[in-house]
């Protein structure tokens, strides 16, 4: 397994990052006992939760997830220190969770202490904002029109982010929070958290993660080079498309226990007829190489510069096999070649 440092932090993450959003409801407790002590054996060290977790929502799940970490963490007292641990405090618009309230200052103290005891750790290694507070351009929002920037009022949502810093910059003095990043967010809200750290002495960010993958590369390269140079972990999640780019899905397929036979909150956004053509070309690609069509997306999305971690998720033990095997695979300059005329053939198809 091979680690890369977690930004301006002084941690260093395994390359990939186990994910964990199906654990109380597609995966129960034995499922995620396996999947976390299989990745511990192969040298992964990394675990992203959040307390929205499982997915996809509900009142009944919500923070379910993060009691199953804790019940495994109960058991291995002894493996505390061996784990980098992520979660994340949810954003407005989820009506059972601080009754859709955004984030603030309080909400992240009291969030923070529930998080813990959830848990079972004194400390969280990386805790993350999962949405901000305006409608960012993620989750189908990505294109011209959908969202209007200049609806935001700029002065009062640089406040709120200012009382955001100073409770996580709180947390981080009080021992409960090691560090902190962002989630789904922009390149305007990287960069105003860093003035805000610069300008009040604070805690900066060192992680971003968004969806990023074959079908989906909108951070490339804006994102991404600001990531690089200001020394911000990039996190992609959904590497796979919400399993999408495994072929799973082809011809309106529906495995049962699958993730799209669940019912989503925004939809089957991903499921376009050019997506659909996309990921038939990836597979075709993918059985040239000798390797599955999850292994060709994993393996494409970890050689791609700026990235720090994959944060990868499953339903099976074989499933979680067969994607961090894709994390040893070197891909031939040719073969990414093939792989970018696809891509330059469907560069966004949902």
């Known amino acids: 397994m091979q680690f890369s440092r977690l930004g301006s932090s002084t941690l260093d993450v395994s390359r990939v990052c186990l994910g964990s959003m199906t ?41 379910k997830t993060e009691s199953i970490i804790g019940n495994w963490l109960a058991r291995h007292r002894e493996k505390r220190e061996q784990l980098i641990l992520a979660t994340k405090i949810s954003g407005s618009g989820v009506s059972w969770i601080r009754e859709g309230a955004p984030i603030t200052g309080q909400a992240i103290l009291q969030a923070v202490d529930d998080s813990l005891q959830r848990l079972n750790t004194d400390y969280i290694d990386l805790y993350q904002l999962h ?36 409770a996580l910059h709180a947390c981080i003095e ?80 529906r495995p049962e226990g699958s993730r799209w036979t669940h019912m989503q909150r925004n939809g089957l956004f991903r499921d376009t007829l050019q997506a659909n053509q996309a990921i038939e070309a990836y597979t075709k690609l993918a059985q040239q190489f000798g390797i599955t069509p999850a292994q060709l997306a994993l393996a494409w999305v970890n050689q791609v510069d700026g990235v720090t971690s994959t944060i990868i998720g499953a339903t099976s033990m074989s499933q979680l096999k067969e994607n961090i095997q894709a994390f040893d695979l070197n891909l031939t300059g040719e073969q990414i070649k093939a792989v970018h005329e696809v891509l330059h053939h469907f560069p966004s198809p949902y």
């Open 131 to 166: 949405w901000p507070n305006r409608t960012s351009p993620h989750f189908a929002k990505h294109w011209p029109g959908m969202v209007t920037f200049s609806d935001v009022n700029r002065d009062q949502e640089v406040a709120a982010m200012l009382d955001i810093l100073q």
């Open 174 to 253: 009080q021992g409960k929070i090691r560090n902190w990043g962002l989630s789904d967010d922009t390149t305007w809200g990287i960069n105003t958290y860093l003035r805000l750290s610069s300008q009040h002495n604070l805690a900066k960010p060192v992680a971003i993660q968004n969806e990023f993958n074959l079908l989906h590369t909108k951070d490339w390269p804006y994102l991404i080079e600001n990531c690089v140079h200001e020394d911000i972990a990039f996190l992609p999640w959904s590497p796979l498309a919400a399993g999408s780019l495994t072929g799973k899905y082809l011809n309106g397929a």
């Open 23 to 63: 654990w109380g409801l597609q995966n129960n407790q034995h499922d995620a006992d396996e999947q976390i002590n299989f990745a511990l054996s192969h040298g992964v060290n990394f675990i992203d939760t959040a307390e929205l977790y499982a997915i996809p929502p509900s009142a009944n799940t919500y923070g």
